[in-house]
C-alpha cells in the first residue's frame, strides 16, 4: 500500500473518531483473528526467524550497512534460541564477537551507539515503549537487545 493511500485510510478514521491507538488495536485483533486462520482470505505467511530480527531492526530504523545489524540478528537469534536461559549478556557479545572475529567490546559499543542514535532519533514514543517499556534518553546495550528479543518472541 503507498503512503496516499495510507493517508487517505487515516483521514476517513479520523472522520469518524478513530484515532491512530484505535487503529493499532484494531490491527492487532486482525492479526490474532488471521493467525486462528478464521479469515481464510487471508493468509498468514510465516516469517524466519531472521525476518522477524529484521522486521524488527527496521522498525527501529537501524541503517543495514553497519555492522551493529548483524550483529544484532546474530545475537538476538542467539538469545532467542536460548531456551533454557543459560546465555548471559557477556557470553552472547563473546559468541557474537567470535563469529564475526571481533572483540566482545566492539560488539557492546556497537549496540550502545545504536541504542543512543534511537533514542535521539525520530523513533515514536509508542515504539520506544513496544521495545524498551521505556522513553527516557538511555538505556544499556543489554537492555537494548533484551528488548528486541521480546518483540521477536511474541511475534512467534
Not at 557474537?96 to 532519533?121: C, D
Not at 525520530?122 to 528486541?148: A, N, V
Request: some cysteine.
Amino acid at each position: 500500500m503507498d503512503e496516499t493511500k495510507a493517508t487517505e485510510i487515516l483521514r476517513l478514521l479520523s472522520r469518524e473518531g478513530y484515532s491512530l491507538m484505535d487503529l493499532c488495536h484494531l490491527i492487532e485483533k486482525i492479526e490474532e483473528i488471521a493467525k486462528d486462520g478464521l479469515i481464510p482470505e487471508i493468509k498468514r505467511t510465516e516469517r524466519t526467524l531472521e525476518e522477524k530480527i529484521e522486521y524488527c531492526l527496521d522498525e527501529l530504523e537501524i541503517p543495514k550497512h553497519m555492522n551493529v545489524w548483524n550483529y544484532l540478528i546474530f545475537l538476538t537469534a542467539l538469545k532467542v534460541k536460548d531456551k533454557n536461559n543459560e546465555l548471559n549478556a557477556s557470553a552472547l557479545y563473546k559468541e557474537t564477537a567470535k563469529h564475526f572475529n571481533t572483540s566482545m567490546t566492539s560488539v557492546e559499543r556497537a549496540i550502545a551507539k545504536v541504542a543512543t542514535k534511537v533514542f535521539e532519533g525520530d523513533i515514536s514514543e509508542m515504539t520506544k515503549r513496544k521495545y524498551f517499556s521505556t522513553i527516557k534518553q538511555h538505556i544499556t546495550s543489554k537492555r537494548f537487545f533484551m528488548g528486541i528479543v521480546r518483540v521477536v518472541e511474541k511475534m512467534e
